[in-house]
């Protein structure tokens, strides 16, 4: 385990390293820099915000794929179903992504019946697969 822990440590060094040699500067600021610029994108230019309520545009893709985890959802993973933005996030690629729990999630039984779920997902979906709205009196 010690040599584990030694290697890391040798790995965290080296990157600090190259962080200081890449920008001139102490590590922190680099980070520094790059969370105040993350934390602009999803604070300032994210068009839904934690807590909004949207509602859903269209069916995910995702949804219609057989092989995908979200297959069993596609009979509530409707246009017009509304949830709530948990989360907003940055993906690898610079795109805005939303955590959003849906207030009618339910799952089928055995006999082909809707049955609420005691713990509901959170879907991470596009700004494009959402509609947004100011106020939803729920």
Request: hydrophobic share 40%.
């Amino acid at each position: 385990m010690k040599d584990h822990i030694d290697t890391l440590r040798e790995g965290m060094e080296k990157v600090k390293d190259g962080f200081s040699m890449m920008n001139g500067g102490p590590m922190t600021f680099t980070l520094d820099c790059l969370l105040a610029a993350y934390n602009t994108l999803v604070n300032e230019y994210a068009a839904f915000k934690v807590g909004q309520c949207v509602e859903l545009r269209a069916v995910p893709k995702a949804a219609l794929v057989l092989e995908s985890g979200w297959w069993h959802c596609q009979h509530f993973l409707v246009p017009g179903n509304e949830g709530t933005i948990r989360h907003v996030s940055c993906d690898s690629d610079g795109r805005l992504r939303y955590d959003v729990i849906f207030d009618r999630e339910t799952w089928i039984d055995r006999d082909g019946k809707e049955q609420p779920v005691i713990s509901k997902h959170v879907f991470s979906l596009f700004e494009k697969e959402l509609i947004g709205y100011q106020e939803i009196v729920r």
